[in-house]
């Protein structure tokens, strides 16, 4: 059984901080190292998008356009965990956030390349 939790989520004012957390576990997980992740949002009435991925080998990261010098993905492999650091948020930031797996060695910001989907954690940001 292959399992993507995320925590962290929660309510914060417009500039502050929030930190995400994906632990992963399960079979699949077993070689965490060798898995592309990422992380995805989806606001209400919005499609999915594309927020932050990171390769297996953490020699690459992606972010997109309207995060980028804000956020901060990271992972531990040692304990099958992936993060989102989240400085400076805005409003427009809030969103349900998923955490990714992928074999893929090199992650994609195409939310059709992932299999593998935590059940997302809400974050909200108040202006």
């Known amino acids: 059984q292959v399992q993507l939790v995320e925590s962290g989520g929660g309510l914060v004012q417009a500039g502050g901080s929030l930190r995400l957390s994906c632990a992963a576990s399960?079979?699949?997980?077993?070689?965490?190292?060798?898995?592309?992740m990422g992380w995805f949002r989806q606001a209400t009435g919005k499609e999915r998008e594309f927020v932050a991925a990171?390769?297996?080998?953490?020699?690459?990261?992606y972010y997109a356009d309207s995060v980028k010098g804000r956020f901060t993905i990271s992972r531990d492999n040692a304990k099958n965990t992936v993060f989102l650091q989240m400085n400076s948020l805005k409003p427009e930031d809030t969103a349900v956030y998923y955490c990714?797996?992928?074999?893929?060695?090199?992650?994609?910001?195409?939310?059709?390349?992932?299999?593998?989907w935590g059940q997302g954690t809400q974050v909200t940001v108040s202006s």
């Open positions: 990171i390769n297996w080998r953490y020699t690459s990261t």
């Open positions: 990714t797996g992928s074999m893929a060695r090199e992650p994609t910001m195409n939310s059709k390349d992932y299999p593998y």
């Open positions: 399960g079979r699949t997980f077993i070689t965490f190292s060798t898995y592309s």
